[in-house]
């Protein structure tokens, strides 16, 4: 199953000249010419659509400029900060509320939160063999890849899965929404098992858990956990749950929707963007660059030292080559990103008390210099601050949870997002999304095999 069929050498070469020399396009007309990213030229995003699901808010239109703003998050118009504390305040679970509020648009009455927290619990089990054929039997050294191949494999287990009706597509919704941490709990212990030569630990799931005390039982070998680590988890699925109609995986799903295709098609692409490294991979990546920083530099308080390695970073000299610093910047967010002060507020204790106070100051050390590094390495100029992804990592990590997990957490959450965007789009949208592009190809002839 492991094995690689590589071209050889010289035949990949000749290939890549062949393509190479037909697809360069002109920057300067992909610049001039074009929305590149689906951005305007003052670098806001082009808009696709009109939504009751989120706003994301980063910056205000000044004489025609952005000025930055401190971030806000607002969920079906509450704000995320009033979310999170009115949970808090009351010490409990809060990701059940928000799929509520997300998929529904309201809050919901106690009952309502209690028959749903139900509905959710008695819908984690995956149907009947689906995880002996489609997970152990087939098991994947990516979580994501193993989410997004067993979301697709759903279809087969659904009578009905073409059917874009309400009811239906609710119904698929709520069940997806539930079984996901299942799928990714199972995928774990097969890779576990599979790659890691470890043990593969299943525990069925418990009756009456919220989504992330789910997840902590399932993940750790004696299912035990403390209520301040289920809290944490469940802020940060409370948080990851949505950012909006524009963000990568969440335009996806509502690309997919819009032509009409069923949900799992939709939501297995979704979590195909989600793995990028610019979107939701770039957790699992700022643990990669923190290592490359712990390791290259003696004396993580000294600032100088930081700074010299993030250059370094900047110009594609060292950790991945890319030329990013993973964690931070936005499309939309310029002064702060909420997810991430509310994040490092809550996280802090806990991180600090299982001896991870270093780190975490070191990634505030990152955070407070990379703006001047990018400005000076690469020119940018705009309010730059750190994103959700810099502090996740850090706090998944406090809660034990293991690195290749970080992407697939942030999937489990975001669905709630992705399936009531999906429902909007496809209730109140209906036009297939269809943006142009312009062809920059010369026309040539067709010529025949034996004159080339
Ligand atoms: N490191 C290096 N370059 C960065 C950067 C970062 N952290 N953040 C922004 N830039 C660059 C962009 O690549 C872009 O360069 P380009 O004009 O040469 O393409 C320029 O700064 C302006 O980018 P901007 O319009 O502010 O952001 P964007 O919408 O193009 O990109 C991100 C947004 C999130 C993809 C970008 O900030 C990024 O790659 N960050 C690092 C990855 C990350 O943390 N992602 C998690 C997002 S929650």
């Keep these: 199953m492991n094995e690689t069929r590589e071209f050889s050498r010289t035949t990949l070469e000749d290939l890549c000249e062949e393509l190479q020399k037909n697809t360069s396009i002109d920057a300067s007309r992909n610049k001039t010419e074009v929305k590149r990213g689906l951005r305007n030229s003052d670098g806001s995003g082009v808009m696709a659509g009109l939504t009751k699901v989120c706003n994301v808010h980063g910056y205000v239109m000044n004489e025609g400029e952005k000025a930055p703003v401190p971030g806000r998050l607002i969920y ?269 507020k809550t996280a802090y204790p806990l991180a600090e008390k299982q001896g991870f106070g270093p780190e975490f100051r070191l990634l505030e050390t990152i955070e407070k210099l990379a703006p001047d590094v990018l400005a000076e390495v690469r020119g940018i100029d705009k309010t730059l601050c750190a994103n959700v992804d810099m502090y996740s990592g850090l706090v998944y990590r406090a809660l034990r949870i293991p690195p290749e997990l970080f992407t697939p957490i942030f999937a489990v959450a975001r669905m709630a997002g992705w399936c009531a965007h999906r429902m909007e789009e496809l209730y109140t949208c209906r036009r297939i999304i269809r943006p142009a592009y312009k062809s920059v190809m010369p026309e040539q002839p067709y010529v025949a095999i034996s004159d080339r």
């Design 76 to 344: 079906r118009g509450i704000d995320i900060y009033d979310l999170v504390d009115g949970c808090q305040k009351e010490g409990r679970f809060g990701y059940e509320e928000t799929v509520w509020l997300l998929l529904f648009g309201k809050l919901p009455t106690k009952a309502q939160l209690e028959g749903f927290q139900s509905l959710l619990s008695s819908y984690r089990d995956l149907p009947e063999y689906f995880a002996e054929d489609t997970i152990l039997k087939a098991p994947s050294p990516n979580i994501m890849n193993k989410m997004a191949r067993a979301v697709l494999t759903l279809y087969s287990y659904d009578d009905n899965p073409d059917d874009t009706s309400m009811q239906n597509n609710l119904q698929q919704s709520i069940q997806l929404i539930a079984s996901v941490p299942t799928i990714m709990s199972y995928a774990y212990q097969v890779k576990r098992r599979y790659y890691d030569n470890d043990n593969m630990v299943f525990h069925p799931f418990k009756d009456g858990l919220s989504t992330s005390e789910s997840i902590l039982y399932s993940l750790r070998d004696d299912s035990s956990y403390t209520r301040e680590e289920a809290l944490l988890l469940d802020l940060c699925l409370i948080l990851h749950a949505e950012h909006g109609g524009g963000n990568n995986s969440t335009f996806t799903t509502r690309v997919l929707s819009s032509s009409g295709t069923d949900i799992y098609s939709a939501i297995g692409a979704a979590i195909g963007s989600l793995k990028g490294p610019r979107h939701g991979g770039a957790n699992a990546k700022v643990t990669e660059m923190q290592n490359a920083v712990k390791q290259n530099v003696k004396n993580w308080e000294d600032e100088e030292e930081v700074r010299a390695f993030l250059m370094k970073i900047a110009r594609g000299e060292a950790g991945d080559g890319s030329g990013l610093i993973y964690g931070m910047g936005h499309a939309v967010y310029t002064m702060s990103d909420p997810r991430a002060v509310l994040l490092k």
